[in-house]
């Protein structure tokens, strides 16, 4: 062995020491070295930084955005029910009451609201009908509902909770100013003046407003009606089907491909099919609903039955490969004995190795039902925007089968109808839809936790 | 819906097959299952199975099949020139169904019989008043030949749907007779049932295949329909997307290909060096508490809806690039180079973000599996961690990661709310990225909502679009499944 001093520093060695430099001194290759060490490491931080960033930015957007949604300006009015507008004939036949439309309740609602401001005393120079401007166009028919469900309070003076204008709302959260309403045909500043006062006098207040999460879906006029809960309902229905479809077929399919299949080509096939779904665009999936469930089986277009039929085709690679993951993870040794003590392989499957992996199954079909229910793409295609499905279905097979929409579906259109009043309630559906994705993947973690076992 | 009624029926027979053939078992073994040759209840799942798995496939085939037949039989009916000038025996075919729809739709609400509705004439009654009475309305009179062709229809299907009901029903009882009259204590009655269920297993896998076939045969049926309408070298070569619903529209998918290369290239200008990144950190550098904090974070951002970030594009990301590269001398740069809020670097920075977890999660998993002794050698050489990171493991795991961009890439050509939201409407060629341009998904979506008329090249397109999109990212996934596979097995 030749001692390491006595072979000359060879040639290619890049930068040699000089002479009398200390050891605890950093050369400079070893300063640029360290440099380029520390930068790379802030890279990799700053990308991180950049992405959580990201996802804080796009939370707080969300919650400051669409908390709003939740909360809703209504006015408090004592409305009297002329009998001589409402019942001309007062012998309270019902059907005498209901030829009296939306447009013959407009007259009482503009002396109740002209009654409120004289009384409190309000200085204003709008008339009635300008006065009652504030109020939405809904107000008349929530009156009407009211009076053909009790005709026996005709005469009588009652109070109501009446929703106040999109844009008296936006005025009462920040939406909208003075300043922004200038070319407003919808407002002027004499109703925000005269809205200033009913707030001193308390009947113009903002309140939790709980229809717009069970509320239905409203015209472009009266956002502030609008509400999620039927489109709630739709998606419920289509999870249904997908859950009822997916499940089976999606255990089925994993324990044949996992437990049975024989290594051939048709195995093969089936193999490369499931990848290959798996990354097959979704508005894809859209397409293949709209051609075979709708245009060549006749299905109802916009029903919830389709969209999840849609969606079964499209999650049916998720569930697989979850499922099969969670089957592979029951070691063989289960299988072993339960062969060993007699039972035939489809017993020690469905009697063993199931139920064992069933924890994992089930955390795949929940993550794949929350990516269902946040897809918005195939719906399009099979028409579930562009309506407005105003009632709640009254049985299992209209909840399936009548037109309806689904919350991202919903949130879609109310963002396409460009008018601020309608993105709030976009954001606040929004916030619905995540604590939704959110409760169903806390749900998958906690069973992931609380039943995985070790082997 | 009697169909409905026909599966209760038949699950039922089933439920009624189980019990009946199960106590036939034991009481043929004298009630002592030791004499059996299986278990009880696998007599009982014998017959449940017999009379109900037949009959459903034929049920499910006949529901099929039967449109289908009915739909040729009836439109062979159609003489040549009952089509008028201008439209297809596919839209007269579609007036057939809504005719035959609306007198359906009479009958059930009693406002005309069963034999009323056989002989209407439209010589002698308005039919069209007669369907908007109940709430069908019709565009036009209706002619004496669709009227007797939708009475045909009528006829057809209801007699189909009656021999179906019966055909279902003998199967059924026929299963039911025949494996009940097998039950017997010699009976290999665990081998039959799980043959049978091997055989429902095999069918629930070969789904996926059906599906990939229905996609395919259905973009293709489509397609072919498109081309005999318009020509495919207009399609293909063209420089123009110019739907006109009037007729002679440009559809050239030039224009709209490019605008979803541009998005897609923004996007993964984003997400590959972000994404790369953060994956390179935390599987080198971070620490075991800062990984398991930052990673499940970082993918909650793939776990969010796209129609979120559609509406981040369109109400967050494009107004700041405005206030950015607009508003002239209000603006913060001064400049007036953006008009609307969607646009090319809108629709890619947001996808750029929803990537970034996608491209983080496969990097992170194919850095881990580049062996150790890599790292360990190098770093014994005197290498830095971030040379050991340049010029060991990032060359390793080299082929996975341009598979994971190639993932990437696929995901976002086929990405369709963000664009849909945020790169805007109009299909030109144009480098700038502040312009607003249009993508092949975004495109689909707007040709196929809305009145869809399937005799129309300006519908039918859309379906050639997405076969493109579908052969595209196919072609990105399989390459980069090929490239991840044969590069893969170096290290294992």
């Known amino acids: 062995m030749t001692d390491l001093s006595q072979t000359p520093a060879s040639g290619d060695t890049p930068m040699p020491k000089k002479q009398g430099q200390s050891l605890l001194e950093l050369s400079d290759r070893t ?43 209504f006015v408090t009015l004592q409305v009297e029910l002329l009998e001589s507008k409402l019942d001309k004939t007062g012998n309270r036949d019902i059907d005498d009451i209901k030829k009296v439309t939306t447009f013959g309740y407009a007259p009482i609602i503009r002396g109740a609201v002209e009654t409120k401001v004289n009384a409190l005393g309000i200085d204003t120079p709008l008339k009635a009908k300008d006065m009652a401007g504030i109020l939405s166009k809904d107000a008349a028919a929530t009156l009407r509902e009211y009076v053909v469900s009790h005709p026996d309070q005709i005469g009588e003076t009652v109070e109501f909770r009446f929703l106040a204008q999109s844009r008296v709302d936006g005025y009462l959260k920040g939406r909208v100013s003075r300043d922004s309403i200038a070319n407003d045909k919808n407002i002027s500043a004499a109703q925000l003046d005269l809205v200033d006062a009913l707030i001193e006098a308390d009947v113009v207040e903002k309140t939790f407003n709980m229809a717009f999460i069970l509320g239905s879906d409203a015209s472009d006029a009266r956002p502030e009606a609008a509400g999620m809960g039927v489109s709630m309902l739709g998606s419920l229905f289509m999870m249904l089907v997908v859950l009822a479809l997916a499940l089976p077929i999606g255990v089925a399919a994993s324990i044949y491909l996992e437990e049975f299949a024989p290594q051939n080509w048709l195995t093969d096939i089936i193999e490369v099919n499931i990848s290959n779904l798996a990354a097959v665009p979704s508005i894809v999936f859209g397409i293949l609903g709209l051609a075979v469930f709708i245009n060549y089986m006749h299905l109802p277009s916009s029903a919830p039955l389709v969209g999840g039929l849609v969606l079964t085709l499209m999650t049916l690679p998720t569930i697989i490969i979850s499922t099969r993951a969670s089957l592979k993870a029951v070691p063989p040794s289960i299988r072993d004995a339960a062969l060993g003590v007699g039972a035939s392989r489809m017993q020690s499957v469905f009697h063993h190795v199931l139920p064992l992996a069933a924890p994992g199954i089930l955390t795949g079909t929940i993550i794949g039902l929350a990516q269902a229910l946040g897809e918005t793409a195939p719906l399009l295609l099979i028409g579930m925007v562009g309506f ?19 919350m991202p579906a919903q949130i879609y259109e109310w963002a396409k109808r460009a008018d601020p009043a309608f993105y709030e309630r976009a954001w606040g559906g929004i916030i619905i839809l995540l604590v939704f994705l959110i409760t169903m993947n806390t749900l998958a973690v906690i069973l992931r936790r609380r039943f995985e076992r070790r082997w | 819906m009697p169909t409905i009624w026909l599966v ?58 039967q449109p289908m037949l009915v739909d040729t039989r009836v439109s062979n009916m159609i003489p040549q020139e009952a089509v008028p000038e201008g439209t297809t025996l596919g839209l007269v075919m579609s007036d057939v169904r809504r005719v035959a729809e609306g007198l359906d739709i009479a009958v059930a609400q009693g406002a005309m019989t069963a034999e009323q509705a056989r002989n209407l004439r439209t010589e002698f009654s308005d039919v069209r008043g007669l369907l908007g009475e109940v709430g069908v309305a019709l565009g036009a009179d209706v002619r004496p030949e669709v009227m007797r062709a939708a009475q045909a229809y009528r006829t057809m299907s209801n007699t189909g749907t009656t021999i179906m009901t019966i055909v279902v029903a003998l199967v059924a009882v026929g299963g039911f007779a025949w494996s009940y009259g097998r039950t017997h204590k010699d009976f290999r009655a665990r081998n039959v049932v799980e043959q049978g269920i091997m055989a429902l297993l095999i069918i629930a896998a070969s789904l996926a295949i059906l599906t990939t076939v229905g996609i395919v045969l259905s973009m293709l049926f ?34 709209l290909l490019w605008g979803t290369f541009y998005v897609s290239l923004i996007a993964l200008l984003v997400a590959v060096p972000l994404g790369l990144f953060a994956a390179i950190y935390l599987s080198e550098y971070a620490s075991a508490a800062t990984r398991s904090f930052a990673k499940p974070l970082l993918e909650i951002l793939a776990g969010i809806p796209t129609i979120v970030y559609g509406l981040f594009a369109l109400l967050t990301v494009g107004p700041a690039l405005v206030r950015f590269f607009g508003q002239g001398e209000d603006g913060i740069l001064g400049v007036e180079w953006m008009t609307g809020a969607t646009s090319v670097l809108t629709a890619g ?144």
């Open chain 1, 31 to 73: 300063k640029r070295r360290n440099a380029a060490e520390t930068r790379f490491k802030a890279y990799g931080i700053g990308a991180i930084a950049i992405g959580l960033l990201m996802l804080l930015v796009l939370v707080t957007t969300i919650f400051s955005k669409g908390i709003g949604a939740f909360q809703q300006t």
């Open chain 2, 8 to 65: 209760l029926v038949l699950i039922a027979l089933s439920v009624a097959g189980f019990f009946l053939g199960r106590s036939r078992a034991l009481a043929s073994a004298n009630g002592n299952p030791k004499n059996l040759h299986s278990l009880p209840s696998y007599y009982g799942h014998n017959v449940a199975l017999s009379a109900l798995v037949p009959a459903l496939a034929i049920l499910a085939a006949w529901l099929l099949l």
């Open chain 1, 388 to 406: 407005i499905a105003s009632n709640a279905p009254d049985s299992i097979a209209s909840g399936l089968l009548s037109p309806n929409s689904a």
């Open chain 2, 222 to 255: 489509e397609t072919r329909n498109f081309f005999t309408l318009h020509s495919w070298t207009d399609f293909f070569f063209g420089g123009t997307w110019a739907p006109n619903f009037r007729g002679d529209s440009e559809l050239s998918i030039l224009p």
């Open chain 2, 349 to 492: 920075l947001v996808m750029g973000i929803m990537l970034i977890p996608f491209v983080s999660s496969l990097s992170d998993d194919i850095i881990n599996a580049v062996p150790q002794a890599m790292r360990d050698g190098s770093l014994g050489l005197g290498a830095t961690k971030s040379e050991t990171v340049r010029q060991v493991v990032i060359p390793a795991a080299l082929p996975g990661i341009v598979g994971a961009v190639l993932l990437a890439a696929s995901r976002a050509i086929g990405e369709t709310m963000i664009v849909v939201m945020g790169a805007g409407a109009i299909a030109k060629f144009s480098a700038n990225p502040l312009e607003a341009m249009t993508t092949i998904t975004t495109r689909i979506v707007s040709q196929l909502t809305g009145d869809t008329d399937f005799a129309s090249p300006e519908t039918l397109v859309a379906f050639a679009l997405g076969l493109t999109l579908f052969v595209l990212t196919l072609g990105l996934n399989v390459l980069a499944l090929y490239i991840v596979r044969k590069y893969r097995e170096q290290y294992d």
